[in-house]
């Protein structure tokens, strides 16, 4: 394992590992070099078995061969309702290699998204992950006449069901057989004909007001992303990686899927979302990719612990992590760090910092990025004292991902980070939005024109509606988003997401909401930790029974006053949050409140808690 | 003093390293039949047992009528009126049933009063009465069961705990089982903490109920209000909508709201 001053592992690497200009070309060159080596990995009853890039090619041409025995025609649509499976990457790949468009819908959609959704991209084939998400399909599938089948991956549970327009995914592959001795050579033909210009993918984005958008991307544009990404943090055919995002989302599409596809590196997919934080511990990546919740969720776990373990322990844990602070601040300053101060690194690492590392599961991590969503700076000054190379990228889905990155040896907690070399970036004069113009950027939005046109112009420029500042090393930072941006009525403009990242690194707060915009004064809307805050309460004596009654306990209150002190005190020269409102029902991806990477929306919340909000002016 | 009878805050109670409840507050109010309800496992024995002071909590406090009773001796809480049912109703199986209800009195010296109470028990179960000079041991389960409340009855509490009287019961006998303990409850005044697995017999008699889950409350309220939420209907009352296809293998998650 390198430290954090000999980053020299991280250097880019320019080599073009497999040769094709759409993403079947290149699936179909990676089995050709990689045969039996394994890339695959999930866990079935407790084992993890592993499938290698022959039994993942046998598996993707079957199936595309049995989209081609139900009559799918090359251009048409499918959409893939599932958690982050193998078989959501076999339906993808095999979609794409028949000459498809695949869309993702996320698991905790609701039916009637479901059908707006499978509407709006015209789906004519629906793949699902078991039964639970059938009867969503099912419940909306008399609205969707274009739907001609729903294949079903995990039969378990429906093997009495008699319906002509179900199909287990088993059933399909044994259709492509068949099809496939008829007619060898037409999915070969199938990728042979497709134009690196044609629309591959739709990625809905979450949309926190109206109907969600489907952004289109073609082969070419995710090609040059994937490419890119290799260029800027190579990875190799021994890196293990950790699939558990969802794969509806850009960020594990990209830097999961398509990225593990084109490098090799093994992809570990975890038994559902619940069971993160111990498959992460089994799968140990060696590069892990996730969003700033799971890495808050990984510093509150360790802090608890720390609350917990005995005061000499504790002693350990701060002096290990004051000497890794003190590496990380030398590193970032670009200063060499003195041969004692190594020694005494290697020291805390033995001692406590690699144990830490342990806990969380990155103790072989070589880097780590964080993207999707701002980070806490203190958050990743944390993760670089463990000695963890934390690199925030910045990107969206309509760039495929990542649009600026930053450089190992560059590390600026609070920065996104310099242009990625495949696009330009660029602060827009007046306004201060950060543009974006490059070959990764998307084609459109699906059906919407206008709003295509609003948001690339006739140069080019994707306008991000992200607002930023660089600095003369070409160093981007981003303020906040240009319409979450609130002016007091003091006429002061404050950047809620600079205070709600403090917030959230607090082990007690998921999510925060500032809200002030032409208001007096600041007040925020908080969604408690459950599992930290029980424990608070449980330790302090507090009684509480429910979710609800723990954030009315006055202690509870008052531990979140403490934590929007600590914060207040470091924006103390402006101004200062007054009020706050702790949301009592336990919210999950299922509600409308979340997002389904569970980040509040903003819009939606401080409509539906206008009371409440009104309550903190009153 | 409030109307609450018995008061817990933040109890903890583990078997070694298992930690069976972990903080768990809830209140029973005077004259009402609160109940607990939840899974195997969940805890709803152990809340009992550390109420009773067959376990001494970790952490917490348990407090009888304004006094604390954490983890203070069995028979000291038996005295100040509160009495425990068990699971499995433990009678003396080689005892009499009229012997069975002596030991009930075990605390007490009244001896007048204990012959009324004993005699008020044998109304409430007629069949006790007939079985007097029977040994425990050779009675059904039923009526074991009505043996162990009557048991506690002797005891002249003005609490009961109750652990599962439902336990290997026909529906038909544990429906008169929850009468009489729904008359006890009016007519004696007793307060009761019933602790169920049968949901619904438990909302239908209780006033104020509890869902316990891997040691924790996730959710209180008014029976009527319980019987009413979607996660009671579907995870305890086992009503649920089959969807589409007229049958559903998979769980909704839980939310407690």
Redesign the interface.
């Given at each position: 394992m390198p430290n954090l001053w000999d980053a020299l592992e991280l250097q880019p690497n320019t080599d073009t590992v497999l040769a094709g200009e759409t993403l079947p070309a290149v699936f179909w060159s990676g089995v050709a070099k990689r045969g039996d080596s394994v890339w695959l990995r999930e866990k079935q009853l407790g084992i993890w078995r592993s499938w290698s890039w022959n039994q993942v090619a046998l598996a993707v041409r079957e199936i595309a061969h049995g989209l081609m025995a139900l009559g799918f025609a090359p251009g048409e649509r499918v959409s893939i309702l599932s958690n982050t499976v193998v078989e959501w990457v076999l339906a993808d790949l095999a979609t794409l290699s028949a000459g498809g468009v695949s869309s993702g819908i996320y698991p905790t959609d609701a039916a009637a998204q479901v059908q707006y959704l499978c509407e709006d991209s015209a789906t004519v084939l629906l793949f699902v992950e078991?039964?639970?998400q059938?009867?969503k399909a099912?419940?909306v599938r008399p609205a969707l006449p274009q739907l001609r089948k729903i294949v079903v991956f995990d039969m378990e549970?429906l093997h009495d069901?008699d319906d002509d327009g179900v199909i287990g995914l088993d059933a399909l592959r044994a259709l492509g057989r068949a099809h496939m001795a008829r007619e060898p050579k037409a999915l070969d033909e199938r990728i042979a004909a497709l134009d690196p210009q044609a629309l591959a993918i739709l990625v809905y984005t979450s949309g926190t007001t109206g109907k969600p958008k489907g952004a289109m991307h073609s082969h070419r544009s995710l090609v040059t992303a994937m490419r890119g990404y290799h260029h800027i943090t190579a990875q190799y055919e021994s890196d293990e990686r950790m699939c558990f995002l969802p794969l509806c989302h850009i960020a594990e599409r990209m830097g999961g899927e398509y990225f593990a596809m084109y490098s090799g590196s093994k992809l570990n997919f975890v038994e559902n979302p619940d069971t993160v934080p111990e498959n992460v511990r089994e799968i140990a990546p060696t590069v892990a990719t996730a969003v700033p919740r799971v890495w808050e969720k990984f510093y509150s776990a360790v802090t608890i612990s720390v609350k917990e373990a005995s005061r000499l322990q504790q002693l350990a844990y701060g002096w290990g992590l004051s000497v890794g602070m003190q590496v990380a601040d030398k590193v970032l300053a670009g200063e060499p760090v003195p041969a004692a101060l190594k020694a005494q690194f290697r020291f805390a690492r033995w001692l406590v910092l690699d144990n830490v590392r342990k806990l969380i599961g990155v103790d072989k991590a070589r880097v780590c990025v964080t993207g999707a969503a701002p980070i806490s700076p203190d958050l990743v000054r944390w993760y670089l004292a463990l000695g963890v190379p934390m690199l925030e990228v910045w990107g969206m889905t309509e760039t495929a991902g990542i649009s600026t990155y930053t450089p190992a040896n560059r590390i600026r907690p609070g920065c996104i980070g310099i242009a990625a070399p495949w696009n330009e970036v660029r602060i827009a004069p007046g306004t201060g939005e950060i543009l974006v113009r490059g070959p990764n950027v998307f084609m459109g939005y699906l059906n919407l024109p206008e709003k295509t046109a609003e948001t690339i112009d006739s140069e080019g420029w994707l306008h991000t509606g992200d607002v930023g500042t660089v600095d003369a090393e070409g160093v981007f930072r981003i303020t906040d988003r240009m319409k979450d941006i609130i002016i007091t009525a003091g006429g002061k403009n404050i950047t809620p997401s600079e205070w709600e990242n403090e917030l959230k690194f607090s082990p007690y707060v998921t999510d925060a909401v500032v809200i002030g915009d032409k208001r007096a004064f600041l007040t925020v809307l908080i969604m408690i930790d459950q599992e930290n805050v029980?424990k608070f309460?449980?330790d302090h004596?507090?009684?509480?029974?429910?979710?609800?009654?723990l954030t009315r306990a006055p202690e509870v209150r008052a531990l979140i006053q403490g934590e929007i002190d600590k914060v207040n005190q470091k924006f103390a020269r402006v101004e200062q949050i007054k009020k706050f409102h702790l949301l009592e029902?336990?919210l999950?991806a299922?509600d409308e409140e979340l997002t389904p990477t569970m980040k509040l929306k903003r819009k939606l919340v401080q409509q539906k808690y206008a009371p409440q909000i009104d309550a903190m002016y009153s | 003093m409030s109307d609450d009878v018995l008061v817990l805050s933040n109890v903890e109670s583990a078997y070694g390293p298992i930690r069976a409840i972990r903080g768990v507050s809830l209140k029973v109010r005077r004259g009402e039949i609160s109940t607990v309800l939840g899974s195997n496992g969940a805890g709803k024995t152990t809340i009992l047992k550390t109420i009773s002071g067959i376990i001494d909590p970790r952490r917490g406090s348990v407090h009888f009528k304004g006094q604390d009773i954490t983890a203070a001796d069995p028979a000291k809480i038996v005295r100040l009126g509160l009495c425990h049912v068990p699971e499995g109703r433990e009678v003396f199986p080689l005892l009499s049933v009229h012997d069975n209800l002596l030991m009930g009195a075990y605390t007490r010296s009244d001896r007048d009063a204990v012959a009324r109470d004993i005699e008020r028990a044998y109304g409430y179960f007629p069949i006790l009465k007939e079985r007097e000079k029977q040994d425990a041991g050779l009675l059904s389960g039923g009526q074991q069961q009505m043996l162990a409340i009557a048991r506690a009855l002797v005891g002249a509490p003005e609490m009961i705990l109750l652990d599962e009287p439902s336990l290997g019961l026909s529906p038909k006998l544990t429906r008169e089982i929850f009468e009489i303990v729904v008359r006890i409850n009016r007519e004696r005044g007793t307060t009761i903490l019933l602790v169920e697995q049968n949901a619904n017999m438990a909302l239908n008699a209780a006033d104020h109920g509890y869902v316990l889950e891997n040691g924790r409350i996730v959710m209180e309220d008014r029976c009527a209000v319980l019987r009413e939420k979607d996660d009671v209907k579907e995870f305890y009352l086992g009503i649920k909508d089959t969807g589409v296809r007229g049958e559903r293998r998979w769980k909704k998650k839980k939310t407690w709201r």
């Open positions: 078991g039964d639970e059938l009867d099912l419940e549970g069901l029980e309460a449980q004596d507090v009684p509480f029974s429910n979710y609800a009654s029902a336990q999950t299922e | -």
